[in-house]
């Protein structure tokens, strides 16, 4: 189960059929038939989980009670392979089509069972509820199902399949679902970052507290990845609060609840001031890295000729100036002035709510190119 930070505020399915990379194994008869990756924001942490699963079905000669079924899994596959938990209906589709090259008929064990304890259907290899609506067969699931009643698939082809609930002594088929390592994260190149968010009345307080979340992910995103990175981060409306500086020696945890605790302070848009106080933090604590201005806005300054000149003068510096729009209806022009003239530095979404799409490719520009 890799990790990958990235913020959602409910809980969604968002499923990928990925390219069956891996070679075909074939273990003991068994079948690689495809892998499937899962994704889906928690309500706990609000990070994107991927899972990525191989699936194998083991050959038509071999059908075995549940616990051997269970076991044969663990002992074929590792330690993270179990049988088969089919927890959305975009991955019992996957499962549906892949299993038509298995025979017609056929029927399959899975990681599913009664729990008599709290009296609900799951998926015993990892806890999971059943998904919505489950494909029950007619009859199904069991009225008085007991601790020893398990699902079974039963599939003839992919529109023709679904569930049943047996006792655990019958012998059938099984699928093995084996998880994979996560995926490493990008890794991010060495840099400096200075956040600069514009707190003027004109933002409106929902957008500034969506633009203070893709601040705190930016950071998780690009700095707190590579232990060798700083951070500053200032906030600006008539005048600039330096909330972190540049040289600053505080956790992780601190610096995201310094960003997200950010007062509004309303008012004008003196961006030109924000610009010069971030080129001073940049001169006071200077370091041969790649240096990054990333002002999030919704580029209505009070003078636009001053913005475009003090960009000129971070430029001269060599600091790399990218502009986020954090209105729907923010300024191209000055996002593109603060950007100096280079569109692929200006990260903007139309819908305001949509802001964490631009983490990725702010964060890959940031991160890779020097
Ligand atoms: C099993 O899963 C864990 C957690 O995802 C992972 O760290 C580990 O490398 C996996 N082991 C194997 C053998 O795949
Ligand atoms: C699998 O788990 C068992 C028991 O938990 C352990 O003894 C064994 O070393 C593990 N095998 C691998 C390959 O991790
Ligand atoms: C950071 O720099 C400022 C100004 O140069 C200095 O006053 C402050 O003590 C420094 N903070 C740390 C933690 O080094
Ligand atoms: C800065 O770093 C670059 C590349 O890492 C190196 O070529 C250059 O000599 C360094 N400059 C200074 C002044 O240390
Ligand atoms: C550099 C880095 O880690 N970038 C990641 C930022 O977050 C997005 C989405 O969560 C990932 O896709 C990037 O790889």
Not at 278 to 288: E, G, I, K, T, V
Request: proline share 4%; hydrophobic share 40%; glycine share 4%.
């Amino acid at each position: 189960m890799g990790i990958i930070k990235f913020v959602l505020w409910q809980i969604v399915f968002v499923n990928v059929a990925l390219s069956q990379h891996l070679a075909e194994k074939s273990i003991d008869g068994f079948t690689h038939i495809g892998s499937f990756r899962s994704a889906r924001a928690t309500r706990e942490n609000r990070e994107l989980q991927f899972d990525d699963s191989d699936y194998y079905v083991s050959p038509g000669t071999n059908t075995v009670a549940w616990a051997t079924a269970q076991q044969s899994c663990r002992i074929l596959f590792g330690n993270n392979s179990t049988l088969v938990s089919v927890e959305s209906v975009d991955e019992w589709d996957f499962l549906k089509i892949k299993l038509e090259s298995f025979g017609i008929g056929a029927t399959y064990w899975t990681s599913g069972m009664y729990d008599a304890g709290s009296r609900i259907w799951r998926w015993s290899s990892n806890d999971s509820p059943l998904m919505t609506n489950p494909p029950w067969d007619n009859g199904h699931p069991a009225a008085f199902p007991t601790g020893i009643h398990r699902i079974l698939l039963s599939h003839t082809n992919r529109y023709t399949a679904s569930w049943r609930t047996i006792q655990n002594s019958q012998p059938h088929r099984y699928i093995c679902e084996m998880n994979r390592p996560p995926v490493d994260p990008i890794t991010c190149n060495e840099n400096d970052l200075l956040i600069v968010l514009d707190s003027s009345a004109s933002i409106g307080s929902h957008n500034y507290k969506q633009a203070k979340l893709f601040a705190s992910n930016l950071f998780r995103n690009v700095t707190a990845v590579n232990e060798n990175s700083r951070i500053g981060f200032l906030i600006y409306s008539d005048a600039v609060s330096v909330m972190i500086n540049l040289n600053n020696t505080l956790s992780a945890e601190e610096i995201i609840e310094v960003i997200i605790s950010a007062p509004y302070l309303k008012g004008e848009t003196a961006t030109h001031l924000a610009i010069d106080e971030a080129l001073r933090q940049f001169d006071l604590h200077p370091r041969n890295v790649s240096q990054n201005l990333v002002i999030l806005t919704d580029g209505e300054s009070i003078d636009s000729t001053l913005t475009a000149e003090a960009i000129e003068a971070a430029i001269d510096m060599g600091v790399r100036s990218m502009a986020v729009g954090i209105s729907p209806s923010a300024n191209q022009e000055e996002l593109l002035i603060i950007a100096n003239g280079n569109s692929e530095h200006v990260f903007h979404s139309d819908k305001c709510d949509e802001l964490e799409s631009l983490l990725s490719p702010l964060a890959q520009t940031i991160c890779l190119i020097n």
